[in-house]
C-alpha cells in the first residue's frame, strides 16, 4: 500500500440551460496531503469564465464556480491524480475517545439529514457491542454493510435515509456510506460522507464512500467493496451527500448528459 | 394443548371526563370458536346505560358504547373465559398461497399505518428467502423479532411504525406484534393484529400479538414471548395496532388509571 | 344530477410472465345501487380460465383472480355502466356523530399506511374548527386539497403518504385522496379510498378519489377536480390505496403496457 | 435598537454520573462582535479540572469539557453579557444570490436532520413565491411559523423534523426554528440554527431561535416571538438542533435537575 498510484480521472457534464443559471460543481480532485494533482483541466463550452474556489480544512477541495446564459453547456473536468495511501498501517489503530475528539469535528458524531444515528444506538449495541472500540471495529461497521445491502440502482432516491435504506437492504454507494457513517456515529466514532472518483464502479459513475476519525486521521473504507483505497480520487466532503453533489445551482436547467472516466495509468 | 385453560380477566378504566364524550371500549372477551365466555360482568360508575355491540366477522368481537356526561367516570370488566386452544398440531401446515387467499382477506397482505411491508421485500428474501415456506416459516419470523428486539417500555410511542422498531431494534408488545405482521406480510402470509388479556405480561397491561392465516385458519404469535398461547383471551383484531385500541372516544377526556388484571383458574 | 349517464369503459394490462404468476385484478366494475352494469367482457390473451369473486361488503365490488403461465399475457376489461348518483342533494347533511358510526366502520376513523391521520388534529382544528360540521365542511376539505395542492405527475411514488405529500404540496390523484381521507378523519368523519374509470383524466389512468361517510352513506369526492360525479364509476375501495391496486400478484410479472379509456356514451 | 443591553445568565445542570463520563457543555456564551462578556464564571461540584475550548468560525464559540467520575455532579455557569445589536436596520436588506454565497457558507443551503428543505420547494413557492426577496421575505417566513405553529410543550421529541412539526402544527422553540430552516433554505437562504438564553422563555430554559444569511452577515430571527433580539444571548450554532445541544456526553450519566434564569440588569 505504500506505492502511489497515479490516475486519470475525466468528468463530462452537459446541461440545458433554460434561465441563467449560477452553478457550484464540486467535480474537481482535491488538493490534501494524500492525492498531489500532476495535472488538471476544467473546459467550459461555451468558453466562459469561471472561479476556482477552495473550500473545506485548509482550503484542500475546490468548487468551480460559474454564472451561465440560457442554451446547451459543458463542464468537462480532467485530471491526472498521483494518490498516496495512509503510509501507517491503521489495522491495529484505537478509536479516539469523545474527550480527545476536537471541537470542530464534534459535529461529525451528529445525525444529519441521510444519516439518523440518534435513532440506532440498541442496534449498533446489538450488532458490535461484542467488538473491541478500534479500526477493526470500523472494518467490521463496513463489512455488515457489504454483506447486509444489495447494491441495486434505482431502488433509493434522493429523498432516502438510513431508515429507508435499511428497512429495504437495498441501495447504490451513497446508501451504503450513509449506513456506514450512521453506524459510526451511533457508536461513537465521528464519521463523514466523502464523493469521489473510483476505478471499477460499475457502471462508471461519481462515487461515494465514508471516512471514519481514528488516531487523529480519518480513515476511508467503501462498504460497496467496488473500490480499492488507491483507485480513489477524493472530490469533496461533507455530513452526508447532501453535502457532496457534483453540482449545485439555482436557476433553470436540467443535466442532459453525464459521463465519468477513471483510468489508472501506471499498470 | 388439548386441554382448555381457564383465566379470570379484569380491567379498570377511569376517565376525568371534561365535555361529555362519546367511548367504544375495546376490552369485552371474543366470542369466538376457541374461546367461551363462562360469565361477563360490564360495571359502569356511574351507572350508565350502555350497548354492547357486535363487530368483525361473524360478529364475533364485542365494543361496549357508551355517552358519558362530564366527570369521574369508570369502565369495569369483569370475565371468567374458557380458552381451547386449536385442536390440531399446526407445525407441518404449509402457507396458503396467494390463489387461495379469500378476497376479504387480502387486505391483511398490505401495508398499513404501522407496518411498511411494502419496503421490507429485500429484507424477508435476506432473513427467511432460504427457509421453506409454512408455519414453520412464520415461527422463524416471531422467533427473529423476539432476538432481535429489546423489550423496553417507553422506547416508542404512539407514532411509532415498525420502519422505526427495526432501526432502534426496541419497542414494547405491539411494536413487537408490529414487526411480525410486516415480515409476514412481505413474505406473502396474510397477518393481523390482535389484541386481548395475557397472563404472565410485566407490567401486567393490555398485550398485543399478531396471527398469520395458514391453512385456513388464524394461527396466534407472541414474539414478545411472554404469554403462552392457552394464556391469552383475546379482545379485538385489525390490520394492525390502529384498529385495536382499547378506548376510542369523541370528546375531552383523560385516562386518570387503568389496572388489568389475568389469572389461571385452573391451577 | 338525477338523470343517470351510461359509460363505457376499457383497460387493458399485459404483462411478461417470468414464473407461474397469481393475479388478483381490480379492474371490473362494482355492482352496487348506484352503478349498473349493463354489459361486461373480460378478454384473457392467451385465453385462460378465470374467476369473479365478489368481495366487500354485500359482495357488491368484484376481483379477477388468474393463474399465468410464463410468457405474454394481456387482460383486456370492457364494460358499459349505467352511473346513478344519489338522488338526494347531500349539501345540508350533517355530518355523523360518533356513537352513531357503525361499529363495522370505525377502522375508517383510524389512521393507515398512506394517511398518517393521528398526526393532524392540530391542523384540521387550525384549518377547519371554525366551520360547522357537515356535508359542507367536508366539502371544505376537498377544496382544501385543491387549492392546496399541485397536480404533478412524477412527483410521489407507491411509498409517498399525506405526510410527505403536506410537505411538497404536489402529488397525483391517490395523493389527493389521500390527503382528504386523512383530514376528514382527523376531524372524526369515516372516509376511504375509492378506486374507479374516470372520464376527463388527463392523461387518461384509473383514478382515486375518496369517499366520507355521513347521514348512513358514503359521499364521494374529487380533489383533483378532474372527474364529475357521475362520469365516476367505480371499482374498488379500502382504507387507502394500499387496498385498491389494480393489480396484486405473486410470482414474477412485469407490466409493459397499459391503457385505460371511458367514453361517455349518452352525449 | 442601537444601545447595548446587559443580560445576567445563569445555567444550573445536574447530574447523576454512573461510568465515568466526558462531557462537551455548549452553555457558555460566545464571544463575537455584537456580543462582549462582562464577566463569566463556571463552577462544577465536585470541583473538577475543566478546559474552556473555542470553536466555531474565528474560534468564538465556547465548549466546556470535563470529565467526571461516578457519584453527583452539578455545572453552574453565570455570565454577565453586554449584547449590541446589529447597529443597521436590515429590512430593506436584499437576499444573497447563491454567487455570492461563501463556498464555506454553502452547506447551510443543504437539508439537515431536522431540517427536510429538499421536500419543500413547491410549498415555499406557494407560500413565499409573490414576495419579493430579501430581508422582508424572511420575515415573511418567520411570520408565516410564528402565525401556522402552536407552542405546546411536549407535543414533539428529540426525533421530530420539520416534516412531522409541519404535519402536527404543533411544537416547541427548537420545532419553530426548524421549520424556518427549512423554509429558508428551500427559497435559497442560508440558514442556521443558534441555542442562546433569552428572556421571556416562559417556562425559562434555553432557548432555540434560527438565523438568516443575508448581505454578508448572519441575522436572528425567533418565530416563537418569545424573545426580542436583545433579550438574547447567543452560545451556539449549527445546522440544526442536532448541532447545538446543551450537553453531549459519553459514559453513563443522567440530568437529573436543570435551572436556566435570565435577568436584565440595565433596566
Redo the contacts between chains.
Sequence with gaps: MTNPTTLAVRSELTYDVGLTA?F?FAVAAARTDSQHIVEETVTLTPALPFEL????EGGTHQ?I?V?VEPGWFTLAYDAVVEVHPNPTDPTLLPET???EVP??L??Y?????Y??S??????VG?LFGEIEPGYARVQAVSDWVTS?L?Y?AG?T???SG???V?????GVCRDFAHVGISLCRAL?VPARYVSGYGKGVEPQDFHGVFEAYMGGLWWIFDPTGMVAINDFVRIGY??DA??ASFA???GQAMLTDKTVQVTRLDQ
Design positions: 449560477s457550484a474556489v477552495s473550500f473545506g468548487l464556480r454564472e475517545p469523545f474527550r471541537a470542530d464534534l459535529p458524531l451528529n445525525p444529519s439529514r444519516c439518523e440518534d435513532k440506532m444506538y440498541d442496534l446489538r447486509e444489495t441495486a431502488s432516491d434522493a429523498s438510513t431508515a429507508d435499511l428497512l429495504q437492504r437495498a461513537g461533507g455530513r447532501a453535502d449545485t445551482f439555482v
